[in-house]
């Protein structure tokens, strides 16, 4: 069983920058995919950005250029640097480790987080 801790966040101005952080415990071997989703005001959740187990990271299109996923997978960390941060960026953010096994596969999420970028 994996266990995601989140942290980073806040209030920010439209153009500031945030990093948000996921951490995983528990006992559970080998090394996920991680996604960060966001579910803003009275919209659907929505992934964000992914990260393969080596690399590798894909964004949604209103987020390249500002947004960038890292992983540590010594920490069994990842996380989301956010600069140009806009309004339209305003929502809870919350992180997903997904383990692949050969017939299924399991999620595991955090406990979310808000960002807020207002003026």
């Known amino acids: 069983q994996a266990r995601l801790v989140q942290s980073g966040g806040g209030l920010v101005q439209p153009g500031g920058s945030l990093n948000l952080s996921c951490v995983i415990s528990?006992?559970?071997?080998?090394?996920?995919?991680m996604a960060w989703y966001r579910q803003g005001p009275g919209k659907q959740r929505e992934l964000v950005a992914t990260i393969a187990p080596r690399g590798g990271a894909e964004y949604i299109d209103s987020v390249k250029g500002r947004f960038t996923i890292s992983r540590d997978n010594d920490k069994r960390a990842c996380y989301l640097q956010m600069d140009s941060l806009e309004p339209e960026d305003t929502a809870v953010y919350y992180c997903?480790?997904?383990?692949?096994?050969?017939?299924?596969?399991?999620?595991?999420w955090g406990q979310g987080t808000q960002v807020t970028v207002s003026s």
């Open positions: 997903k480790a997904t383990y692949a096994l050969p017939r299924e596969s399991y999620d595991y």
């Open positions: 528990g006992q559970i071997f080998g090394i996920p995919t």
